[in-house]
């Protein structure tokens, strides 16, 4: 017999494991039997990844579209940064469930996606009658879905499962893409990983960027763009939970905030002591910035005029509501940065989705039953 005694933990995990792990390991269970078929098909893992992208959907590019640049010297050249953060894409939000203050669904979300890149160019379009604007930036702060971090309920109010969900919101994406691509001489996409997108139950500080959903969303995009003969997109997807790009000179450290922890409010001390941690850092180095722009709070807030709370797209849901108690409008940024640095925050808020799902009336009974 052995002599190696089993804890109390290891006892629970192999004769009564609890819902969550169960229900997790029948998920992981279904994707590796799908992955495993599909190999048998056709053959090596990198054979599976061309195959999935030969599956993938073509659009047609539109024209580009004419623009006038003023001739005002570079001291009056603009460039926008449209930011995209935390979609949740298919998450449902139950109007019913939310007193009628606010819904969620696929439909708002493919109406938001669109949305943000219309009302992108109305604003570029107005503003080039007095300034230089022919690039565009584009920023993915993460969080593209609800995902999988609540294995314990298989349809943890989601509309559909992540392999499923994984394609649909890639072409979302995509879509908006090739609606701006027209109207910008080069567009630069930024793609960063969120928390709700791992596929670990925990967080991970390692591997972050190949164990997200979120970085799928960022590749299934970038393949429809490219099959779809899209030449004027650059791409930039870092693997590490934190990156510096630069927009005209000036640099901005991008995040999702996962790395901030929260005891149900927004933890407005913990940021500003962890931003000071990082610039403490990265002081002297190539890696220092000028500004914080971070999703995960689906709140929208400025600290010490550098630290940027970016909106989220889905707007309030069950928790936000009943558990963090506070207003959580659905928008995103469009940012506009010049040679002196920030120049305009212009918000893009969406349709009231109470307009669009109204609250049902209540059943009254009968008083004679």
Not at 58 to 81: A, C, H, I, S, W
Not at 87 to 115: C, K
Not at 137 to 145: A, M, N, P, R, S
Not at 257 to 274: A, D, K, L, Q
């Amino acid at each position: 017999m052995s002599s190696e005694t089993l804890s109390r933990e290891a006892l629970t995990d192999q004769f009564a494991p609890s819902p969550k792990a169960v229900a997790l390991a029948e998920y992981t269970h279904k994707l590796e039997a799908e992955n495993r078929a599909l190999k048998s098909q056709v053959g090596t893992d990198l054979r599976l990844c061309e195959y999935i992208k030969e599956g993938l959907p073509r659009m047609t590019p539109l024209e580009p579209v004419p623009f006038n640049v003023p001739d005002t010297g570079y001291q009056q050249e603009k460039t926008p940064v449209l930011i995209l953060t935390d979609a949740h894409a298919e998450e449902f939000v139950d109007a019913e469930e939310m007193e009628g203050l606010a819904a969620y669904s696929w439909d708002i979300f493919e109406h938001r996606m669109l949305g943000a890149a219309l009302k992108t160019i109305e604003t570029v379009r107005s503003l080039r009658q007095l300034y230089g604007i022919q690039d565009l930036h584009i920023w993915g702060l993460g969080d593209w879905f609800c995902g999988a971090i609540h294995p314990q309920d298989d349809g943890y109010g989601t509309s559909m499962t992540m392999p499923l969900a994984v394609p649909k919101t890639g072409f979302q994406l995509a879509r908006l893409i090739m609606t701006l691509a027209p109207h910008f001489r080069t567009i630069t996409v930024t793609g960063m990983c969120g928390n709700h997108g791992r596929t670990t139950i925990k967080p991970t500080y390692k591997m972050t960027a190949d164990r997200n959903w979120d970085m799928s969303v960022y590749l299934t995009a970038k393949y429809i763009c490219e099959a779809s003969g899209v030449t004027n997109i650059v791409w930039v997807m870092p693997r590490s939970i934190m990156h510096v790009t630069d927009v005209m000179g000036w640099k901005s450290l991008l995040t999702h905030s996962g790395e901030v922890h929260m005891n149900n409010r927004v933890p407005y001390y913990p940021i500003e002591t962890v931003v000071a941690m990082e610039r403490n850092r990265r002081q002297g180095t190539a890696e220092m910035f000028n500004y914080w722009f971070m999703g995960h709070w689906h709140h929208s807030a400025q600290l010490d005029n550098s630290v940027f709370l970016c909106p989220s797209m889905i707007g309030a849901n069950q928790y936000s509501m009943f558990n963090l108690h506070k207003q959580t409008v659905a928008a995103q940024s469009l940012r506009f940065f010049d040679k002196q640095g920030l120049w305009a925050d212009i918000p893009i808020q969406f349709d009231l989705p109470v307009l669009l799902y109204p609250r049902p009336e209540p059943e009254r009974l009968d008083a004679t039953c």
